[in-house]
């Protein structure tokens, strides 16, 4: 009950900063991009758990639970952040490193979900963690560049 | 391996998803232009990924509600039956939007649409159509989940508006 409780004030905790920091990016590009990732996310779980058996996510009820507000909120909240870092670096050389300082971070995450006994790995390779998290990465950067053109032409500048 | 499988039988219940998201695009497509495509695409967006998460959360595999096409696993199919959702979604904020609803009225329409999505949802479980299948639900525990979605589709659509109002008013001022 204390790893629930601290996990779920951590997450509170991610929320609140998110809320309360200065945006750089418009807030109908959040949410789009938020909106898009919730869907990929969750499909992509159930690909890997639900399909092809990659991951077993704990029937453990609190394990459970954990899990899916890692999945909704903890992964789709980081890479919002990652946008908003993003938009604040000037070079390419910067914005490459963030991806990848992003990409470890992300691994990262999804290295303790096991140590928490969230779920498990079934023949899931970290080769596979490091390539997921690059192509989200790489797919949220693009949500938001798609968006933002839409904005552009109704006249709405970031 | 299979990511995402295709259906075992390609029968009634992949051609009603096929049948409805050509009705319902078209539909979408004739009426006449209300919002900004931006503010459209967020609606179109948000039913669309609320069902998704909703779906994921009730009818995995530890809590497992009911079943949606074929089998338990995420199928190809199931992938495109979130297209649908996102014509009903715009068709409900486009009549509360051009009708004006308030109050009494705006209770009463959220009430019709309300019990109009669990009869919709009792008809696609039927035999005939078999989109869902329940196991440890019933359509009738759908009412307040609709209750409860479509006030935060309104709520939704009213800040999207609003930010996309002030938006365009500071890059107005802006140049």
Avoid at chain 1, 4 to 17: D, P
Avoid at chain 2, 75 to 98: H, K, N, Q, V
Avoid at chain 2, 133 to 150: A, I
């Amino acid at each position: 009950m204390i790893t629930v409780s601290l996990f779920v004030s951590m997450t509170l905790i991610l929320i609140i900063f998110f809320v309360l920091i200065n945006k750089k990016n418009n807030s109908l590009v959040l949410i789009f991009v938020f909106m898009c990732i919730e869907f990929l996310v969750t499909s992509f779980i159930s690909v890997i758990a639900d399909n092809e058996n990659l991951w077993k996510v704990s029937a453990e009820p609190w394990h459970f639970l954990m899990f899916r507000i890692s999945e909704v909120i903890i992964i789709p909240l980081m890479l919002l952040l990652y946008l908003e870092i993003e938009r604040r670096l000037t070079t390419s050389a910067k914005r490459f490193s963030l991806l990848i300082a992003a990409t470890f971070i992300l691994v990262g995450i999804e290295r303790t979900l096991p140590i928490l006994d969230l779920m498990e790995y079934v023949n899931w390779k970290l080769w596979a963690s490091f390539l997921t998290w690059v192509l989200f990465l790489f797919i949220t950067s693009m949500l938001r560049r798609m968006y933002s053109r839409i904005l552009l032409k109704e006249g709405i500048t970031q | 391996m299979n990511f995402l499988p295709f259906p075992r039988e390609f029968d009634q219940n992949e051609w009603y998803i096929i049948i409805s998201a050509i009705i319902l695009v078209l539909l979408l497509y004739k009426l006449p232009k209300r919002f900004p495509v931006s503010v459209t695409v967020l609606l179109l967006l948000f039913t669309m990924s609320t069902a998704r998460v909703t779906d994921h959360l009730l009818a995995g595999p530890h809590k497992d509600f009911y079943d949606i096409m074929d089998t338990g696993k995420y199928e190809l199919f199931d992938l495109f039956s979130y297209i649908p959702y996102a014509p009903f979604g715009y068709l409900f904020i486009y009549l509360y939007d051009r009708f004006q609803l308030k109050g009494l009225l705006l209770v009463l329409y959220i009430i019709f649409c309300s019990i109009g999505g669990v009869l919709f949802e009792r008809m696609v479980s039927t035999s005939f159509i078999e989109f869902l299948q329940y196991k440890n639900w019933s359509p009738y525990y759908s009412l307040p989940v609709y209750l409860t979605v479509q006030p935060m589709t309104i709520l939704f659509f009213k800040l999207e508006k609003s930010i996309h109002e002030r938006s365009l008013l500071s890059s107005g001022s802006q140049h």
